[in-house]
């Protein structure tokens, strides 16, 4: 099925007063939203919406969310080829390995040393294959916070393939709820739980960010991991805090080598100290405790 993005630029408060109004708007359908730093120095940002139903009812619903907000910007369209991009990227790509985890695609089953976690992951139109640093660094940290602190409750934030809950209820045998704000990446997780058989213990749910009603359920949680990016998860700091148990520990990624200080003040300002940093090809993943 052919998806269609709808974008257009604007500066960076403008975009995220856009972005939290059409998260709303479309709360409902689940569409996917997006806002992309094109240029810092110009304060440039993309927002993007993507659609695979009536093209031109979702314009004129953007167009109404813009008139709301008393802005006008000219929206463009990109039709998207129907390809899997995550099928053709994994092809010819190597097994990982990240402490004693193994990711692998099923051709390279029989790849897997004696005491390694094997997590298989397919491919779907979800981020997180193990190749990328952010998810080698997380799967490296994750296993040291739960040799040591033995959480009882997870949470997988922007879970992506649902590597790294795979991962904490393989290694740590406790419930963990994997939520995204892209359905299809929901889909993918839940299916990727049940090819690795932990399904029982991960529950797949889209939300945006912390607003679902199954955080209040769920939560505290005693480990929350998250490889997003830096500047959603400064915004997410607070909400962290509320959501995380005390001494719980927080697992953070998707972050450049020099966005790493800022990052840890968001959170050093929400009552967490910094634990430790790991580097990999460029990128961070930050261990914080509550």
Sequence with gaps: MTQTRLHFTSGKIEAERIFAALELAFEEEGLPIAVLEVDEDRDIHEVSLYTDGDV???EARVKDVLTGLAL??????EALPDIDWVARSLEGLK????GRFFVHGA???RKRHSGELAIEIEAGLAFGTGHHGTTSGCLEMLEKVVRR???RNALDLGTGSAVLAIAVAKLAHIPVLATDIDPVAVKVAAANARLN???ASIETVTAPGFH????????????????????????????MARHISLGGSIVLSGILERQRDPVISAYVGQNFRHVR??????????????
């Excluded at 006008?72 to 369209?77: A, C, G, M």
């Design 72 to 77: 006008s910007k000219p929206i463009e369209r």
């Design 277 to 290: 940093t790991l580097h990999r090809e460029g990128w961070v993943t930050i261990h914080l405790k509550h």
């Design 149 to 151: 602190e033995h959480p």
């Design 107 to 109: 051709h390279d089953r």
């Design 212 to 239: 679902h009603p199954i955080f209040g359920k769920r939560a505290p949680f005693d480990l929350i991991v998250a490889n997003i990016l830096a500047r959603p998860l400064m915004r997410l700091a607070p909400q």
């Design 197 to 199: 058989h932990v399904k």
């Design 56 to 58: 031109d009812a979702v």
């Design 95 to 98: 097994p990982v390995r990240a």
